[in-house]
């Protein structure tokens, strides 16, 4: 895990407490001390410097993670880029960067990770997105919203497979943390208005928008322990959760089942509804019959 932000040292933090042997991922940022995490209960304790966004450095983080602990059990992915520009401004070095930090850098630590899990029939991958992904027409921040989007669907489709191949306690997760005044957000809203400078009303939203983001950082991190214990994996398995909502209300037996059986659809998901009798992959309407004007 990226431990060296408010969001990543509150997730270390919450392991460390659990009792779990931890690696520490920085790259300019060194974290806190070993001591500091031992100090808290952390079995054990590895600090690792890498660029998530170049496959090379995640290869090497991976080699010393297993060479250290022999395996890895759970694997948390919660470094974010964030550029806020119109979209036909931002430089595509820019946008492309930020894909690589929130999507590439997943992917590839995923990919380097899951065979061992799999051999294994069991582990747990905790995506930390965000309500971005979820949110369509947000205008300014392109590379955020595509990238956590399409993380939110690969965590689904990497549950899938294992769901296909029936390893049940291989589990994953897409989180949203909370509003966290981490420092990419307080940068990102501070700078609005010089950011956007032809857009001074959007700017100033956006500069106001910070004082709600009052959520402690520890939330997401105790959220993402009690996943990691499996607890959830039959109903959350592969979804999207709001670390928002009250885990114990969603997972009473109702919400649960709720959930699980599809009794209201897309809970927890990516979709898209459809005016209309548009058939979905199983045959079952997505919306109710329609007659279209004049036909």
Do not use: W
């Not at 090379?56 to 992915?77: K, M, W, Y």
């Not at 939330?219 to 996943?227: E, I, P, R, S």
């Amino acid at each position: 895990m990226c431990s060296a932000g408010a969001i990543g040292q509150a997730i270390a933090e919450c392991f460390a407490v659990a009792g779990a042997q931890l690696v520490l991922v920085y790259n300019r940022t060194q974290p806190a001390a070993k001591e500091h995490f031992t100090g808290l209960g952390a079995a054990d304790v590895l600090a690792v410097q890498c660029n998530v966004a170049e496959l090379p450095s995640c290869q090497e983080l991976v080699r010393q993670a297993l060479e250290v602990f022999g395996t890895v059990d759970i694997l948390v992915n919660n470094a974010g880029a964030n550029g806020l520009e119109p979209m036909h401004v931002q430089s595509p070095d820019s946008f492309i960067h930020d894909l690589a930090v929130n999507l590439h850098g997943p992917y590839y630590l995923m990919r380097l990770l899951m065979p061992g899990m799999r051999a294994q029939r069991s582990g747990c991958v905790l995506n930390i997105t965000s309500r971005a992904g979820v949110l369509p027409n947000v205008p300014f921040s392109t590379s955020y919203h595509a990238s956590k989007a399409a993380l939110i669907n690969l965590t689904g489709c990497v549950q899938a497979e294992a769901d296909v191949d029936g390893l049940e306690d291989v589990h994953l997760y897409a989180l949203h943390p909370g509003g966290v005044r981490s420092e990419m957000t307080l940068k990102k809203y501070k700078n609005a208005a010089t950011t956007l400078p032809d857009h001074p009303a959007a700017a100033a939203q956006l500069t106001q928008r910070v004082d709600a983001y009052n959520d402690s950082p520890y939330l997401n991190g105790m959220t993402c322990v009690a996943l990691a214990t499996g607890l959830a994996r039959r109903v959350l398995r592969g979804r999207y959760f709001d670390v928002g909502q009250d885990l114990e209300d969603t997972l009473k037996p109702a919400a649960a089942d709720a959930i699980t059986r599809g009794a209201d659809r897309g809970l927890y998901t990516l979709h898209t509804r459809y005016l209309g009798t548009v058939p979905d992959g199983s045959g079952a309407v997505l919306d109710e019959p329609f007659a279209f004007p004049g036909f």
